[in-house]
């Protein structure tokens, strides 16, 4: 499914204590082809959690439009599995919302969960799941409603190396045969060329697309490969000049 | 089933130890028999309070009133609690004006309970409804605010919204500060009956305690306050406590 970004522009109120207003996005206008896999990198704070609520429409943006049609999916950056649910009934919950018949998310469910080699934790509560685990099963919750546009989130930031380079090979692996539009958001510049058909890197705030490297690499990647390196020093150089930037800033706004 | 005996033996061998001060103490003779029961007095008016019913009765109606008020105040505070978490002008109205009346001690409704409804059933049950109902308020509010965002925005992405959103997102996720509100609220609502009882002729445990003093029966008024505990910490300990510590080793709090 094609998504559409037009202008958007997002700046957020000032808090109460005399603060002035935020603004998070600048002008940024994005076209996404249908199947599509497409990473932003950009400093901490530069407004792409932001950008991906606005897609999503779960916060409004001050002025631009987004086009989209088709079924999101969101894996948040922060954990959300529903603690109350088991795993299973965490990855049938948008199913159950749906009213589809007990059989029909059982075997949905049940064929995500050996997707993500997550069958022996099936009858588990989210408590009882390792870090790694737990994404794979928001992974899993997401993908089970079959959406068209993926938008994630850092979904891998608090893991560690190995666990993570396991998911990039799932993830590549689900996204090669599904075809799905997606938009991944990391810090990682490696992870975002692994993954990544292009990749977009963002100003430091407010948040504007800097630069597009497209990716032409074989899949599946390998972090450790020489080209993946190569694109991501090239990217690195980019990024750097806005860290720097928004570290300027983070230490202006402490005093 | 051994370990929960082990896990007992000590609670029951100070409870026993307890028991055996009261008595070294009545046998010193420190003070006079109708003021300082020995236990084995106490434990005679308990059966015989049992035998000749009047205790049963006590309980049973003292029951009867808390499952009426906290029944009424659980409806009221759960539906107002979420109420005011969800609509901004409550927050800034009707909230302010909770948090004032929670301060006022329950039996000071007492009064105006009487005048409203007489010396009746339902004056008592409104002074445990009003002991209760602002708690239950307060704490529901308190849980839906807290709420992480992040788990509601999960849900909407996931399809979950208007009344699914309440049904499926927001009631669990209050569920455990829900289950503690609710034992607070049964323990105030527990207090205000028994202050009620005493005060105003009505059968119930409240009045059995003060007919004791009325008698000079200090065995009666001990025996009472020991029935009172007892139902006390069954509901507190074993029914909510229970409820609420299953919960959240299943969340893994
Ligand atoms: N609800 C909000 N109210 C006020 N300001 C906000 C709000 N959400 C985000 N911001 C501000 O908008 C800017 C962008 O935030 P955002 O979370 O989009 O950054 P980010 O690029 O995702 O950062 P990170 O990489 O650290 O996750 C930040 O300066 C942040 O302080
Ligand atoms: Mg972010």
Sequence with gaps: MKLQINNINKSFAGSNNGQSAVEALKNVNLTVAEGEFVCLVGPSGCGKSTLLNIIAGLTAASSGQIDCSGRLGFMFQEPTLFPWLKVKDNIGFGLKILKRSKEKINEVVDYFLELTHLSNFKEAYPHELSGGMKQRVALARTLALKPDILLMDEPFAALDAQTREMLYKELQEIWQFSKKTVIFVTHNVREAVVLGDRVLVFTARPGQIKKEFKINL?????????????????????????????????????? | ???????????LTFIACLILLWQILYWLKIWPKWLFPSPADVWLTLVKGFANHTFIWGILISLKRIFIGFGVSIIIGTLLGFLIAKIK????????????????????????????????????????????????????????????????????????????????ILIPAILPSYLTGLKHGWSFAWRSLMSGEMLFISVGLGQLLMFGRELNDMAQVMAVMLVIIVIGVIFDQLIFGKIEKNLRAKWGL
């Design chain 2, 89 to 168: 002008l409550l927050r800034e109205t009707v909230d302010p004006i909770i948090l004032g009346l929670q301060t006022l001690p329950s039996i000071c409704w007492l009064p105006l309970a009487l005048l409203w409804f007489g010396l009746n059933e339902k004056a008592i049950i409104f002074v445990v409804l009003m002991g209760t109902v602002l708690s239950l308020t307060i704490s529901v509010k308190g849980a839906v605010l807290n709420i992480p965002p992040i788990l509601i925005n999960a849900g909407k992405m996931l399809g979950a919204d208007g009344l699914n959103l309440y049904r499926y």
């Design chain 2, 1 to 11: 089933m051994k370990n929960k005996l082990i896990r007992l033996a000590k609670p």
């Design chain 1, 218 to 255: 074989p899949r599946p990647r390998d972090i450790n490969d020489i080209e993946v390196t190569k694109i991501s020093n090239a990217i690195n150089q980019e990024l750097k000049t806005e860290v720097a930037e928004a570290v300027k800033e983070l230490e202006h706004y402490e005093k």
